[in-house]
Antibody, heavy 115, light 108 residues
Framework: QVQLVQSGAEVKKPGASVKVSCKAS????????IHWVRQAPGQGLEWMGV????????SYAQKFQGRVTMTRDTSTRTLYMELSSLRSEDTAVYYC????????WGQGTLVTVSS | SSELTQDPAVSVALGQTVRITCQGD??????ASWYQQKPGQAPVLVIY???NRPSGIPDRFSGSSSGNTASLTIAGAQAEDEAVYYC???????????FGGGTKVTVL
């Protein structure tokens, strides 16, 4: 069965970086794009960007350009989302989701940015 | 515009029908998908490519579109349908995606 398993919660200080992982299983890894979506406490869903695991090409939301990097490791079937220059407003649950329809989601990773 | 606009909240009596709308310029060119999110849980896909239901989603959920508006209809709402529903589609450029602000559905 399709599974996306994300890394555990993180606590970071302002200005630091965080790298969240998303390990895929149960399907052809290079056959489906992976999107990253975040949700601040009590807020809606926000699209951050997308990566093609086949070639590694990416597209990022303008809001995160220059601060976000999405990568993949085909040998371990793992996707990564790194966000730098963290500020308190980046406190959120970060999700990976499969395909342009987001048919399967990871369980979410809470990133807390606090001094 | 790259925005998708949803009403913040709607209520429906148990067993009645409710329609949730999502407006945006990009919907004239791209299909919408819909997601159900309950508190403390990850979102769940309920409709994709305008009117397709994933396996396991009850047939009381359906989607449609007209012009710049996509709609999600729940026919015969059940208590377990109480949740926040988000629409999603590509933006007008086609290279990025965007979510609506979400509609909280309360089943009375």
């Amino acid at each position: 069965q399709v599974q996306l398993v994300q890394s555990g919660a993180e606590v970071k200080k302002p200005g630091a970086s965080v790298k969240v992982s998303c390990k895929a299983s149960g399907y052809t890894f290079t056959g489906y794009y992976i999107h990253w979506v975040r949700q601040a406490p009590g807020q809606g869903l926000e699209w951050m960007g997308v990566i093609n695991p086949s070639g590694g090409s990416t597209s990022y939301a303008q809001k995160f350009q220059g601060r976000v990097t999405m990568t993949r490791d085909t040998s371990t079937r793992t996707l990564y989302m790194e966000l730098s220059s963290l500020r308190s407003e980046d406190t959120a649950v970060y999700y990976c989701a499969r395909d342009h329809s987001y048919d399967f989601w990871g369980q979410g990773t809470l990133v807390t940015v606090s001094s | 515009s790259s925005e998708l606009t949803q009403d913040p909240a709607v209520s429906v009596a148990l067993g009645q029908t409710v329609r949730i709308t999502c407006q945006g310029d990009s919907l004239r060119s791209y299909y919408a998908s819909w997601y159900q999110q309950k508190p403390g849980q990850a979102p769940v896909l309920v409709i994709y490519l305008q009117n397709n239901r994933p396996s396991g989603i009850p047939d009381r959920f359906s989607g449609s579109s007209s012009g710049n508006t996509a709609s999600l209809t729940i026919a015969g709402a059940q208590a377990e349908d109480e949740a926040v529903y988000y629409c999603n589609s590509r933006d007008i450029s086609g290279n990025h995606w965007v979510f609506g602000g979400g509609t909280k559905v309360t089943v009375l």
